[in-house]
Nanobody, 127 residues
Framework: QLQLVESGGGLVQPGGSLRLSCAASGFTLDYYTFGWFRQGPGKEREGVSCIYMRDGTTYYAGSVQGRFAISGDNAKNTIYLQMDNLKPEDTAVYFC????????????????????WGEGTQVTVSL
């Protein structure tokens, strides 16, 4: 059974850091693109970042470029999102997703291309 389970969310002050993890059980990572999406209060879900595990190519939304870093560990079957210099506007539920196609910037805006989703983990950036 293919399953994505996120962890690592929490409360952090502005300027702080968090690392989210996505345990991808049942997946062969190299066959998929994995992504992180978020949905803030009163907002639509938006793509944050994705990585095509076969070649490691990464893509980022402009709002997080230079602050967030996505990576994957084949040995642990886990995808990570390192989030630095967090801002209050980063407050959201963060979701991990998987798509059995090569990565691309367009995947961050096309929810319909993602076949598998986790339940999400809450990130709150506040004093």
């Amino acid at each position: 059974q293919l399953q994505l389970v996120e962890s690592g969310g929490g409360l952090v002050q502005p300027g702080g850091s968090l690392r989210l993890s996505c345990a991808a059980s049942g997946f062969t990572l190299d066959y998929y693109t994995f992504g992180w999406f978020r949905q803030g209060p009163g907002k639509e879900r938006e793509g944050v970042s994705c990585i095509y595990m076969r070649d490691g190519t990464t893509y980022y939304a402009g709002s997080v470029q230079g602050r967030f870093a996505i990576s994957g560990d084949n040995a642990k079957n886990t995808i990570y999102l390192q989030m630095d210099n967090l801002k209050p506007e980063d407050t959201a539920v963060y979701f991990c997703a998987a798509a059995p196609i090569p990565g691309g910037q367009n995947l961050l805006v096309l929810d319909s291309l993602w076949d598998y989703w986790g339940e999400g983990t809450q990130v709150t950036v506040s004093l």
